[in-house]
């Protein structure tokens, strides 16, 4: 069965794991994920991400973002250019997926065959933006 990030996907248990698995972990000499710190929800911090996972030497034109619903409407409210999710994978050119289950402190991108189901199938095709919190 093909590794998969599907309909059946725990997306909170995939973040948790998502987030532990860094490759500054110490002692570790096996591929882990890149996370970043990004200070709020903006085209600028995902774009950052993209530049992140590219660097990584992953295909971005087979990389997919995740948010939560409540973060891909913060990002149209904030971005005047933004009016929905066809407008910024536009500016991102980049597929985006929203979830319901997605928490809002955490941004996923990732080749979609990087995960099966909450398993990390190929942690290095996998970039993870932890956001601050906003006053």
């Keep these: 069965m093909p590794?998969?990030?599907?309909?059946?996907?725990?997306?909170?248990?995939?973040?948790?794991?998502?987030?532990?698995?860094?490759?500054?972990?110490?002692g570790s000499d096996t591929q882990r994920v890149t996370i970043r710190s990004l200070e709020a929800v903006s085209s600028d911090s995902l774009a950052?991400?993209?530049?992140?996972?590219?660097?990584?030497?992953?295909?971005?034109?087979?990389l997919v973002f995740v948010l939560s619903r409540a973060n891909a409407e913060l990002l149209c409210e904030r971005e005047f250019d933004i009016d929905d999710v066809d407008d910024l994978e536009t500016v991102l050119d980049c597929r985006v997926r929203t979830e319901g289950e997605m928490p809002d402190d955490t941004i996923l991108l990732l080749h979609p065959d990087a995960v099966d189901g909450e398993e990390l199938?190929?942690?290095?095709?996998?970039?993870?933006?932890?956001l601050g919190t906003e006053e």
């Design 121 to 130: 199938v190929e942690p290095e095709a996998i970039a993870c933006g932890i």
């Design 3 to 26: 590794a998969r990030l599907d309909a059946e996907t725990d997306f909170e248990e995939l973040t948790a794991r998502v987030r532990t698995q860094s490759q500054q972990a110490p």
């Design 48 to 62: 950052t991400l993209l530049e992140a996972a590219e660097s990584e030497h992953l295909e971005p034109g087979a």
